[in-house]
Nanobody, 114 residues
């Protein structure tokens, strides 16, 4: 079964930047990869997606600040987060559908101080 491992979370001041990475244990070629986040007491929400066809999509709340990218050769997907705000504080998860399993990483904590 595929494993997804996130890294790059941490504590940053408002306005700062972080880069999250997600490494897959097998090829992500042909797989739409997504980043989700979950803040305390809130539902998990989709942050960004990079489809297998090369299209990117973002939640309105992060458009213009976050950028998703992927490296199929290295089986990684990244999330560059700029202009971070306290409301971006959450656990961030990487996700992909590796037929027949919907696979999630363990999550990485991002905390933005005001």
């Amino acid at each position: 079964q595929v494993q997804l491992v996130e890294s790059g979370g941490g504590l940053v001041q408002a306005g700062g930047s972080l880069r999250l990475s997600c490494a897959a244990s097998r090829s992500i070629l042909g797989i739409t990869m997504r980043w989700y986040r979950q803040a305390p007491g809130k539902a998990r929400e989709l942050v960004a997606a990079f489809t297998s066809g090369g299209t990117t999509n973002y939640a309105d709340s992060v458009k213009g600040r976050f950028t998703i990218s992927r490296d199929n050769a290295k089986n990684t997907v990244s999330l560059q987060m700029n202009g971070l705000r306290p409301e971006d504080t959450a656990v961030y998860y990487c996700q992909g559908f590796f037929n027949p399993f919907l696979t999630w990483g363990q999550g990485t904590q991002v905390t933005v101080s005001s």
